[in-house]
């Protein structure tokens, strides 16, 4: 299994990202997916997830109204539409897969599988 995270880079406050993560070698649909970050000296934070065909998804606090999580299960991709975005938003960004979560749930559980960091960074 791979999910492969992309869409990173160096943004102004203010200013907008989609994040991409495409998986491979799993039943796309049957997984629960999620986007979780982490700065330097602090715990991984879950930021958003999604369900099995995007009819529920769940937003920590800090991005609602702000990131807008999506998935394609034909392109076996989620997204992550970031706007709006603050300094305080700079982190590594990771995907995540779980077969049996939930989207909410999926900031409190141990996770099937992740993939590799993208580096958002916003600049004042």
């Known amino acids: 299994v791979q999910l492969q995270a992309s869409g990173g880079g160096l943004v102004q406050a203010g200013g907008s990202l989609r994040l991409s993560c495409a998986a491979s070698?799993?039943?796309?649909?049957?997984?629960?997916m999620g986007w979780f970050r982490q700065t330097p000296g602090k715990e991984r934070e879950f930021v958003a997830g999604?369900?099995?065909?995007?009819?529920?998804?769940y937003y920590v606090d800090s991005v609602k109204g702000r990131f807008t999580i999506s998935r394609d299960n034909a392109k076996n991709t989620v997204y992550l539409q970031m706007s709006s975005l603050k300094t305080e938003d700079t982190a590594v960004y990771y995907c995540?897969?779980?077969?049996?979560?939930?989207?909410?749930?999926?900031?409190?559980?141990?996770?099937?599988?992740w993939g590799q960091g993208t580096q958002v960074t916003v600049s004042s």
């Open positions: 999604i369900d099995r065909f995007g009819g529920s998804t």
């Open positions: 070698g799993l039943t796309f649909s049957s997984y629960v």
């Open positions: 995540a897969a779980d077969r049996w979560a939930t989207a909410q749930a999926m900031g409190v559980m141990r996770l099937d599988y």
